[in-house]
């Protein structure tokens, strides 16, 4: 992070950091510099440093600069999605024959990417409950290089202590590499808890209006942010210009977007605990959450992503997500619009038969920043 954001609050560095005044207009947004190649003033002689676009390009790095003040970090890096992202950091830090450990309830994509992509290259992995720091330890191995952490995780909102993990991982010589994206920076910032790597899906909360798909990766350490941004580019899967452009956008009302999620989603995690055919909520906000007290210490506020069981099994749970009507049946998270879907069916399909495999009875919300009354009154609706 640059100095001259370092002193700031989160909501300025969102509306600013990256984004400086177009010097040729003054245009108070970056312009999308939607072009491929660049002129050069004599052989080698690159203006600001870009010679083509996916090396680099002014409104990727407008957003990069953004994020990796966001995030407190020195490097930040865009993607086209997540998933391009995560495998941009494992191609980089990974050889044939290194071990990683992931949590037991990652997301599904994260675990089809080991399982079916990085495994098959001679990478292994052990499943940990990262909440339990013994758990964690007993997984190492001696070809570990990697420890892997969702907080809050995806679907069933578990919580991991990221200080607590990034002591482990020191102490083993490994690095620790957090995927951030139900928190976003707003809410939780893993590099000052002493992560090696924050991973997003800039396709959530931080564009916001689900109309993008992006990913990032940030790192506190300098050479590791010069070798991650040298794979980007010999990889070649980066963030576009317009999809930055949405990116920055979207970041722009981050904060205030989150505070409205996260009051939303305690009113709505409130109501299902009381609902009688409702048998478990997952959200870290409840006293009762078996993380709540890690997540009030290392979270800002708890955000808007809850799942709940219900009675009657998976066809009850299926039919609950089929009833809904202003909480939209969908994949993905994080937009200002509610959505509801079934872990089992849809986002965690890959992870059937294996250890992350999740409830068939559980139902996932991403709750928006509606008024919550309308969204209180669909959900009873939906559960009959």
């Known amino acids: 992070m640059s100095d001259q954001h ?8 969102a509306i600013h950091a990256g984004n400086t005044a177009d010097p040729l207009t003054g245009a108070v947004v970056p312009p999308i510099y939607q072009v491929s190649t660049y002129k050069q003033d004599g052989v080698g002689g690159l ?5 083509y676009s996916r090396s680099a390009n002014p409104t ?40 990683v450990v ?5 997301y599904g994509g994260t675990f089809r990417l080991f399982a079916k992509v990085v495994q098959r290259w001679g990478v292994d992995f052990s499943v940990a409950d990262t909440s339990d720091l013994a758990s964690v330890r007993a997984a190492l191995t001696d070809r570990t290089k990697l420890i892997w952490v969702e907080t809050p995780s995806n679907p069933l909102l578990g919580i991991t202590d990221i200080e607590a993990v990034a002591g482990v991982a020191a102490e083993a010589g490994v690095k620790l590499v957090v995927d951030n994206t139900f928190a976003s920076p707003y809410l939780q910032q893993p590099l000052a808890l002493g992560a090696d790597v924050v991973v997003h899906s800039l396709t959530k909360y931080m564009g916001g209006h689900s109309d993008v798909v992006g990913g990032a990766l940030v790192t506190a350490d300098v050479a590791l942010g010069e070798e991650l ?16 452009w949405i990116v920055l956008r979207g970041i722009k009302t981050l904060a205030v977007r989150m505070d409205r999620h996260s009051e939303n989603a305690t009113k709505v995690a409130d109501m299902l605990t009381r609902h009688p055919k409702v048998t478990q909520v997952l959200y870290p906000g409840l006293a009762e959450h078996p993380g709540h007290e890690i997540a009030a210490k290392q979270m800002r506020s708890f955000g808007g992503m809850i799942s709940f069981r219900v009675e009657g099994g998976e066809e009850a749970a ?37 250890a992350l495999e999740v409830p068939a009875d559980l139902v996932r919300l991403s709750v928006g920043i509606e008024n919550v009354d309308d969204l209180l009154a669909d959900l009873r609706e939906a559960l009959g």
Do not use: W
């Open 60 to 99: 990727r790095t407008a957003l990069e600069e953004n994020l990796a003040a966001l995030e407190g970090g020195h490097r930040g890096l865009a993607f086209a999605s997540g998933l391009a992202a995560e495998d941009c950091l494992l191609r980089t830090l990974l050889s044939p024959g290194d071990h």
């Open 318 to 354: 299926v039919q609950v997500c089929n009833r809904a009507k202003l909480f939209t049946l969908g994949e993905s998270l994080g937009g200002v619009e509610s959505l509801i879907e079934h872990p089992g069916r849809m986002t965690h399909a890959s992870a059937a038969g294996s």
């Open 6 to 13: 370092s002193h700031q609050s989160f909501e300025t560095r």
């Open 47 to 51: 203006r600001g440093g870009y010679e």
């Open 102 to 106: 992931i949590p037991n309830d990652a």
């Open 229 to 244: 941004a040298y794979h980007q580019n010999a990889m070649g899967a980066v963030a576009g210009p317009f999809d930055s």
